[in-house]
C-alpha cells in the first residue's frame, strides 16, 4: 500500500515532559516517551529547497517512533530536548543539519553515552 504524501503530512506535534507525539491529517498518532527512547537520527533526503528535507527520527526501544520535519513549529522545543540527552552528539547533528547529502545521522543512541 502506498501510502498519499498528504495523509502522511502532521496536523500537530507536541513534545513535552512525557515524550514526543505527532498526529497525523488521517487522524492517526505517533509517538514515543522519553523513557523508552533507544535512538536519534536525522534523515536528510536532498529534496529542498522547496519540500521538508530534514527530519527528526525517533525511534522506541519496541522500534516504533516518530519522524518530525526539522520545519515543524514543535522542532525548535524538539531539538532542546535531544541537545539534553546525555551523550547526545552535537557535531554530528551540526554537520546533519548543513548537508545535503542524502543520508541518515544518528546522533544519539541509549547507553551510548
Do not use: C, H
Request: without cysteine; negative net charge.
Amino acid at each position: 500500500m502506498t501510502q498519499d504524501s498528504s495523509s502522511a503530512q502532521s496536523r500537530t506535534v507536541s513534545v513535552d515532559d512525557t515524550g514526543v507525539r505527532r498526529r497525523l491529517a488521517d487522524g492517526s498518532e505517533e509517538a514515543v516517551t522519553w523513557s523508552e527512547l533507544s535512538s536519534v537520527m536525522v534523515r536528510v533526503i536532498p529534496d529542498g529547497p522547496w519540500n521538508e528535507d530534514v527530519f527528526f527520527m525517533l525511534v522506541g526501544t519496541d522500534g516504533k517512533g516518530t519522524a518530525v520535519p526539522s520545519g515543524d513549529p514543535a522542532a525548535d522545543a524538539l531539538i532542546e530536548r535531544l541537545q539534553a540527552l546525555p551523550g547526545f552528539d552535537n557535531e554530528k547533528f551540526i554537520e546533519a543539519m548543513t548537508t545535503d547529502a542524502d543520508q541518515a545521522y544518528v546522533v544519539w543512541e541509549s547507553g551510548q553515552n
